[in-house]
């Protein structure tokens, strides 16, 4: 049997040949699992903006059934009416959104059941589940953008509103305005409509709207 020689620096070249094949493997192996994260997190980031901008449009939900509750309740919007989420003061004391500061007191309890807290005494009204997407849940407040409770033309109660007045020449101007209500002519009060959505991921936003009749 003829027996092949063989070089020991033959042997060197195939081991290192080795060597940098397996370092090969290990980067290839590394720059997957760091692309399969990438697109992983690309793929939670994407969703959680379409769930915060669900969460966004749901919030037109509450200002459509708090324009409804008012159209509704014009007679009875002179003083609070809690169970409704309605307040016909501003209640500048109140922290709408809980990030305004670090006590608790003037939250406002958007949990529909909470109790209201003492330093702002409001508590959000639901927005009905047929409104909203599914998994989404919404609560909202209307506040009457007054100092206190009692009609516009009171004394001592002073309301942020649209006034219209004559013109020498018959025509109609109108503008924003605060102070006491005259007694006759055409004026559209202020309401604040303030909605907080909550949905999947603990996705959370707030969406105001002031509207007037």
């Avoid at 008012?70 to 309605?86: I, K, M, Q, T």
């Avoid at 016909?88 to 500061?101: M, N, P, V």
């Amino acid at each position: 049997m003829e027996r092949v020689a063989t070089d020991p620096s033959t042997w060197r070249q195939r081991g290192v040949v080795l060597l940098i094949a397996l370092i090969g493997l290990v980067a290839i192996s590394l720059a997957g699992i760091a692309l399969m994260r990438s697109v992983d997190a690309g793929l939670m980031v994407t969703g959680n903006l379409a769930f915060k901008q669900t969460a966004v449009h749901a919030g037109d939900a509450g200002t459509e059934a708090a324009i409804e509750w008012l159209e509704a309740n014009v007679a009875d919007l002179d003083s609070d009416v809690p169970a409704a989420g309605y307040y016909a003061t501003w209640r500048a004391a109140c922290d709408l959104t809980g990030a305004g500061s670090a006590d608790p007191d003037d939250d406002t309890a958007w949990n529909v059941g909470d109790p209201a807290q003492p330093g702002c005494g409001m508590v959000a009204a639901a927005v009905g589940a047929d409104r909203l997407p599914d998994g989404y849940s919404a609560a909202y407040v209307i506040n009457r953008m007054c100092n206190s409770e009692g009609l516009p033309n009171e004394p001592g109660v002073f309301c942020s509103a649209y006034q219209t007045t004559s013109g020498a020449s018959g025509s109609t101007k109108g503008g924003a305005s605060y102070g006491q209500m005259p007694l006759s002519g055409a004026t559209q009060q202020y309401y604040r409509v303030t909605t907080r959505v909550v949905g999947p991921r603990n996705t959370e936003s707030i969406v105001q709207a002031i509207v007037g009749f």
